[in-house]
């Protein structure tokens, strides 16, 4: 099982960028996704989810209205589109596969993390 995040980079506040999870290993269509990410000094943070048949999605308040999540199984890859982007968005964001298709409530049940693609946000 390999998730591989991609699609980082350095962007002015207001800007967007597209994050992409790929997946390989595993039958993509069977499980949720999960976004997530960390600021420097700051724990792990759930931003996102998207259920197995992308029926179900989810978003932290801070990114609601600014983030979509969308999945392609068929190219077995994840999407987080960021829009507005804001200084405070600037972290480490990471893919992981929950050990459900549903989104559930809460940001637990995940195991197999991808390595992560850095987010930059400044002027």
């Known amino acids: 099982v390999q998730l591989q995040a991609s699609g980082g980079g350095l962007v002015q506040p207001g800007g967007s960028l597209r994050l992409s999870c790929a997946a390989s290993?595993?039958?993509?269509?069977?499980?949720?996704i999960g976004w997530f990410r960390q600021a420097p000094g700051k724990g792990r943070e759930g931003v996102s989810c998207?259920?197995?048949?992308?029926?179900?999605?989810g978003y932290a308040d801070s990114v609601k209205g600014r983030f979509t999540i969308s999945r392609d199984n068929a190219m077995n890859t994840v999407y987080l589109q960021m829009n507005s982007l804001q200084p405070e968005d600037t972290a480490v964001y990471y893919c992981?596969?929950?050990?459900?298709?549903?989104?559930?409530?809460?940001?637990?049940?995940?195991?197999?993390w991808g390595q992560g693609t850095q987010v930059t946000v400044s002027s």
């Open positions: 290993g595993f039958t993509l269509d069977d499980y949720a």
């Open positions: 998207i259920s197995s048949s992308a029926e179900g999605t």
């Open positions: 992981a596969r929950r050990l459900r298709s549903w989104c559930g409530s809460a940001w637990d049940l995940y195991r197999y």
